[in-house]
């Protein structure tokens, strides 16, 4: 039943797991960019969320893969642990970016 159900949620997920990163990356390099031009730290805190998600979405492949050597991965709990981590962080780091000022722009 659990092979199953990770091959149907495979197919459901892994699609918008590329558009969310292909339109954070289309949103951040369009408008929020230029609207915190010159906030080294908005840029880095941004890089870092970035990484941070492709290493959720690499162990949620991993975490759902019905292939044999995912298997003595997923037992471990604290892969699991770490997946509800980041997220947590990834968190954090954007409600700490939102409550970074906008730098005037001129157009």
Do not use: C
């Amino acid at each position: 039943f659990r092979v199953a159900l990770m091959k149907k949620w495979k197919l459901l997920l892994h699609p918008p797991i590329i558009l969310f990163l292909m339109s954070g990356m289309y949103t951040y390099l369009s408008v929020t960019r230029v609207l915190h031009e010159g906030q080294w730290l908005y840029h880095a805190l941004f890089g870092v969320k970035f990484l941070l998600a492709l290493v959720i979405f690499a162990l949620y492949i991993v975490l759902t893969s019905t292939m044999k050597w995912s298997e003595r991965i997923r037992d471990k709990n604290i892969l699991w642990v770490l997946l509800v981590l980041l997220v947590t962080v990834i968190v954090a780091i954007g409600g700490v970016m939102r409550t970074m000022p906008i730098v005037a722009v001129e157009l």
